[in-house]
C-alpha cells in the first residue's frame, strides 16, 4: 500500500508545481483534463482502484520494484521504442500538423511536473482503474470465460484513446495512421504490463515514452532551451 501512496504523492506534488509554473496548454481538452476539478474524478479513481487491486492480488509497487527486473526494464524498453517510433514518425510527417495544432507538447521547465503528473494521472484513470475492475471480475468465473474477460478487457483498453479515429477515419494508408495504430500496440501492451506485472510496470513504461516524447525530443529541437 506505501507504494500507491507515494505515487500519489508524486502526483499531488507535481500538480501543485503546475500552479506556479506557467503552462502553455496545447488544448481546451487537456486543460480540462489537468484541471483541479478532474484532480477530483482521478483521487476517487486511484482509491477505487487501489482497493479493486488489493482484492484482486495484482502486484504492488513494492512487488514489482522488488521483483523480478524485467518486471520494470520490460515496460520501460517499450515505453522507449515508442517513444522513438513517434519521433521517427513526427520527423517524417509531424504530428501537430496532422492534428491542425501548432505543438503536442508542453514547452518550458513546467514539462517536468506536468507530464510527470500526466503519465500518473492517465495511467490511473484510463488503465489502471479499468484493468484492477476486469481483475476483481476476473476472479467471480473460471475457465475461458475468464481469459475472454481479460481479453476485453485490454482490447477496451488498448482502444480507448484511438477508437474514435478509426471510426472516423476515411483512409488508414498514413502516417498518422500508422501512429494511432502504434498507439493501441501500447496502451494494449500498458494493459498487460498492469495485469501481469501491476500498475507499476505500466506506469513505467507511459513514463519512459512521456520523457523521451514529450520532454527529451523537444529539447532536442530547441538545441536543448526547454
Known sequence: MGGYVIVFGVAVAARLLLVFLPVGYVSAGQQAIWS??????????FAVAVFLATRSKLPTPEETASGPKRRWL?????????ALLTIGSDVVAPAAQARGLTTLHVRGWAALPFYTYGAILLT??????????VAWLAQQVRGRARAA???????AVAFSEDAGYFLGSRSFATVDALRHVLSVLANGT?????????????????????????????????????
Do not use: K, M, N
Open 36 to 45: 483541479w476539478r478532474f484532480f477530483a474524478v482521478f483521487a476517487l479513481c
Open 74 to 82: 520490460l515496460p520501460l524498453a517499450v515505453g522507449a521504442a515508442v
Open 124 to 133: 490511473v484513470v484510463f488503465h489502471f482503474l479499468p484493468i484492477a475492475l
Open 149 to 155: 474477460l481479460v481479453g476485453v478487457g485490454v482490447l
Open 190 to 226: 500498458e494493459a498487460v504490463f498492469i495485469y501481469r506485472f501491476g500498475f507499476l510496470a505500466g506506469l513505467a513504461q507511459r513514463s519512459a515514452t512521456y520523457f523521451l516524447w514529450h520532454f527529451a525530443w523537444p529539447l532536442l529541437l530547441t538545441g536543448g532551451h526547454p
